[in-house]
């Protein structure tokens, strides 16, 4: 069963934080690869944040240092924590999982074959 449920979008000021989840199904959090994207209106979808099977991690150079993935293997989720909200950062941010092909870490949203239904994030100046 492919399930991907984000929450945790909310709209906060510049200079503040949030933390988005991603409950997944064990099916799906078992995947070989879970990312997080955003896509902001009139916008591509753009990768955010990448984790492997194995653990590794990477991350789009506009969160470096403000954005850590992170996953609960005990709840099946996988966690964004995001400090130091900028305007920018606003988007609907969604959860992915598995690539079929291809490479995981810093992958295009066309290699992943699961998705959630996204949760917004609004920042304001």
């Known amino acids: 069963q492919v399930q991907l449920v984000e929450s945790g979008g909310d709209s906060v000021q510049a200079g503040g934080f949030l933390r988005l989840s991603c409950a997944a199904s064990?099916?799906?959090?078992?995947?070989?690869?879970m990312a997080w994207f955003r896509q902001a209106p009139g916008k591509e979808r753009e990768g955010v944040a990448y984790i492997d099977r194995v653990g590794r991690i990477s991350y789009a150079d506009f969160v470096k240092g403000r954005f850590t993935i992170s996953q609960d293997s005990a709840k099946n989720t996988l966690y964004l924590q995001m400090n130091s909200l900028k305007p920018e950062d606003t988007a609907m941010y969604y959860c992915a999982a598995r690539v079929p092909w291809g490479v995981c870490l810093g992958g295009v949203a066309s290699s992943f074959a699961y998705w959630g239904q996204g949760t917004q994030v609004t920042v304001s100046t």
């Open positions: 064990a099916y799906t959090y078992n995947s070989n690869c």
